[in-house]
């Protein structure tokens, strides 16, 4: 049984044959996944509500100077905190740095934390223990027991680096989806603001209406207004914003925001002009795009639409000659 699992393990047919498996499975969860999802922005606006009245507890708590904490986010499973606790993880794989890639990518509270902890200590170790196992038992490469260990380690290496690529995916993803939506988004808070809506129900009119274009952009907003509502500090408010989504243009809003609470100058002139600087970035970046795209599409077309065109072109010519001859 073991040597029938380890010649197919080494077999090149069924190994094509698995990935090319693999490939049309993709090809179908990726054409069938948008049809069976839900409405993400309501479940997103669900989740901000509730975390609004999570907010107003605490609030209420430490206005009555208690003591307790409360947590504004669901408890992490039992055996992650088990095993962060154990082996002290926050201490030697808990960063600064990590909270806030946590945060930008959507991920907040304690659960995403235990849970980022826990897969940055088991997926190293599960690939190394998987490549070990491979190179020595399944299919050794014809490679010596140094060589071997060193791909084990290099899976271990992957393995740490995994969970940070992982976030740095999260946080691009999200960043592109707001960054396309906030000069719309800031055009909104202008006209919201103008016809004399307070900081507040602005940022929660654009919510609702910015979230058909990027939910997680809808998401940020009404989290930004329920912080305003029941923090102590606006400015804190305003800062969280920007470190939330990581963008320069949102950073330069919450700078005008917090300028204005702060001296109380007019808020419709600053946000016009960062509305026309949003929208002349976005162009930009769409000629920038524009104008990369003839250097990229070269090399396609010298490896796949020349010798096509020359095959068409030459092919008449050369069924004549060797109908003469």
């Not at 926050?90 to 897969?119: H, P, S, V």
């Not at 196992?133 to 490469?141: M, P, R, S």
């Not at 271990?156 to 995916?169: Q, R, T, V, W």
């Not at 058909?212 to 804190?236: G, H, M, N």
């Amino acid at each position: 049984m073991i040597s029938q699992i380890v010649d197919k393990a080494t077999d090149p047919q069924f190994l094509l044959a698995l990935l090319a498996a693999v490939a049309a499975a993709a090809t179908v969860l990726t054409v069938a996944i948008p049809l069976t999802e839900g409405n993400s922005l309501q479940k997103r606006m669900k989740n901000v509500a509730t975390e609004r009245e999570k907010i107003r507890a605490r609030e209420r708590e430490r206005l009555n100077r208690q003591n307790d904490k409360v947590s504004l986010r669901q408890e992490p499973k039992a055996y992650m905190r088990r095993i962060v606790e154990q082996f002290k993880l926050g201490d030697w794989l808990g960063t600064e740095t990590a909270k806030t890639q946590l945060t930008m990518a959507g991920y907040r509270g304690q659960q995403a934390e235990i849970a980022f902890l826990f897969f940055r200590l088991a997926v190293p170790v599960g690939l190394f223990l998987f490549t070990l196992f491979y190179v020595f038992v399944i299919n050794g490469f014809g490679q010596s027991v140094t060589v071997r260990i060193a791909m084990a380690i290099g899976g271990a290496y992957l393995g740490i680096k995994a969970p940070e690529i992982f976030l740095s995916n999260q946080i691009s993803k999200r960043q592109a989806s707001m960054r396309l939506a906030f000069p719309d988004a800031l055009d909104l808070l202008l006209i919201c603001v103008e016809s004399g809506m307070s900081i507040e129900q602005a940022f929660r009119k654009v919510s609702t209406e910015i979230g058909s274009q990027s939910v997680p952009l809808a998401e940020e907003f009404a989290l930004c207004t329920a912080e305003l509502s029941y923090l102590a500090d606006r400015k804190i408010a305003y800062e969280n914003l920007a470190m939330r989504t990581g963008l320069e243009s949102v950073k330069s809003v919450s700078t005008a925001l917090i300028q204005a609470e702060r001296y109380g100058t007019p808020l419709g002139t600053a946000l016009r002009t960062l509305a026309q600087e949003s929208r002349d970035q976005r162009m930009n970046a769409a000629e920038k795009k524009a104008a990369a795209l003839p250097p990229k599409l070269t090399v396609p077309m010298i490896l796949f639409f020349l010798p096509v065109l020359f095959v068409i072109i030459m092919t008449p010519a050369l069924i004549q000659v060797f109908k003469w001859q």
